[in-house]
Nanobody, 114 residues
């Protein structure tokens, strides 16, 4: 069974940076597609970024500010978030996809103060 544990969230001022981490266990990490999503209060969960073995993709709202990366040796995916805005405030979840199976972490809170 796949387990995902996010960390790195917190409170930051607008314009600041945070780096989120998501450590995975119980899966063939190197062959998986990994993604970050976020969910703001009262909103639906939204996709932020995806990384597989070859490409990275970003939502328009974060393009140029966020960077997704992975370290297969550490079974960890990262989300570097720069130039943070108040609208980035949300719970951030990582997701691991292997074939038809999706696994989610428990989320980490990011709060950006203006």
């Amino acid at each position: 069974q796949v387990q995902l544990v996010e960390s790195g969230g917190g409170l930051v001022q607008a314009g600041g940076s945070l780096r989120l981490s998501c450590a995975a266990s119980g899966s063939r990490f190197s062959g998986a597609v990994l993604a970050w999503h976020h969910q703001a209060p009262g909103q639906q969960r939204e996709w932020v970024a995806t990384i597989d073995s070859r490409i990275t993709l970003y939502a328009d709202s974060v393009k140029g500010r966020f960077t997704i990366s992975r370290d297969n040796a550490k079974n960890t995916v990262y989300l570097q978030m720069n130039s943070l805005k108040s609208e980035d405030t949300a719970i951030y979840y990582c997701k691991l996809v292997q074939g038809p199976i999706q696994s989610w972490g428990q989320g980490t809170q990011v709060t950006v103060s203006s």
